[in-house]
């Protein structure tokens, strides 16, 4: 691992600094307010090349590793959590799986639509009884002649409404079974398939999320990604990367709501001083700081092996698991020195407080992580 400053990295973190001055900056409460998920951002963000920044260049990416795709994610996040996390559920979770487990055919059919957000991708294992117990899906694909016939429902699904394609697993086997999960590509149009309920939701409220419904949708044969059975295999693999995403999300989140805290805490004064001078203030600030510096070294850890392909299992989930953790943390920590002003929305670290909450929850919590990572210590 290299810790000097990487020139690429440079020029992409001040690209995705000035994208989120221009584009973003300007609307972040309007669109939290209204919960409006700004379509037309998106499709901005896919000129720039940052809806498909591991997707190669042969299928219309960027062509980047994990290294320059978590800088990206940071960024936005320092600025407008929301929109991080729907650039993060495209990219590594809808996008990612056709790359990684599409036949050639599938990846020249749907990455580059996904790679330049022509098209906004979704994704779908979460249903309404089943959140980590994923083995005991309801919705089921069966086999009729040539086609495959899907029925049930997925819930808490980034952008089930706007998105103009999903990878959903379905379960192919019986409940609990081994290898009873596969996984397909569902184009929106498709009769049958529709969307449900919009969540109304603590934060992250520019990030759309949704039910998806399936009722007697029929798909060929040619939308199934790899092979019955190896559904849930191929999540877990997925959900690997994913983790990295959710970090980098807390990244930014804690980095946009210390940045906030210490501006305020250098200007504000009482008793003749500025209130950062105050050890009980300047001793969250360096609590801070540390927390954030400790949760980007496990991030970076943790791109350099998938960049890698090495096993990154644990420091996947050791990344998503302290990163989330500390990004609540801080961002509470943040509201505390603004005090009565960080309570309401004049300011920004209300915002990232509400925010902070998914990433312990979204993509595995942080139980789930710990489950993760005392499964593999002893199998070491």
């Known amino acids: 691992m290299n810790f000097l400053e990487n020139e690429n990295l440079t020029l992409i973190a001040q690209s995705a600094?000035?994208?989120?001055?221009?584009?973003?900056?300007?609307?972040?409460?309007?669109?939290?307010?209204?919960?409006?998920?700004p379509v037309e951002v998106f499709k901005e963000l896919g000129k720039m090349?940052?809806?498909?920044?591991?997707?190669?260049?042969?299928?219309?990416?960027?062509?980047?590793?994990y290294e320059e795709y978590v800088t990206i994610v940071d960024e936005i996040s320092q600025v407008d959590p929301s929109i991080g996390l729907s650039v993060a559920a495209h990219n590594s979770l809808c996008t990612n799986h056709i790359l990684?487990?599409?036949?050639?055919?599938?990846k020249q059919r749907w990455l580059p639509k996904l790679a330049t957000a022509e098209w906004i991708g979704a994704w779908g294992l979460t249903e309404h009884n089943t959140g980590s117990d994923a083995g005991g899906m309801s919705t089921t694909a069966v086999k009729d002649g040539d086609e495959w016939v899907i029925n049930g429902a997925k819930n808490f699904i980034t952008h089930a409404i706007s998105g103009d394609v999903a990878v959903i697993m379905t379960r192919t086997g019986e409940k609990g079974a081994k290898n009873n999960t596969t996984a397909f590509v569902i184009e929106k149009g498709t009769p049958g398939f529709t969307s449900g309920k919009k969540e109304n939701k603590l934060g992250m409220r520019a990030s759309e999320t949704a039910e998806l419904i399936f009722d007697n949708v029929r798909l060929s044969d040619a939308n199934r990604l790899g092979n019955v059975g190896d559904g849930f295999k191929q999540a877990l693999k997925v959900l690997d990367g994913g983790r990295i995403s959710i970090a980098a999300l807390s990244l930014g989140i804690a980095k946009g709501a210390y940045k906030a805290a210490l501006k305020y805490a250098q200007e504000r004064h009482q008793f003749g001083t500025a209130i950062a001078n105050f050890q009980a203030i300047n001793f969250k600030l360096a609590e801070m700081v540390t927390e954030i510096e400790a949760s980007e070294l496990l991030i970076r850890k943790a791109s350099y092996l998938k960049n890698n392909k090495k096993p990154m299992s644990t420091e996947g989930a050791m990344a998503k698991y302290y990163a989330s953790e500390a990004c609540v943390k801080i961002s509470n920590d943040a509201v505390q020195i603004f005090g009565g002003y960080g309570y309401t929305k004049d300011f920004p670290v209300e915002k990232f407080y509400r925010d902070s909450k998914l990433c312990t929850i979204g993509e595995g919590t942080t139980e789930i992580q710990k489950l993760v990572i005392g499964r593999n210590i002893l199998k070491d």
């Open 17 to 37: 600094q000035d994208f989120a001055k221009q584009y973003i900056q300007p609307n972040i409460m309007e669109w939290d307010e209204a919960q409006t998920f």
């Open 100 to 106: 990684e487990f599409g036949n050639e055919e599938q």
């Open 49 to 65: 090349g940052f809806m498909g920044v591991l997707v190669p260049e042969q299928y219309g990416g960027s062509g980047l590793s």
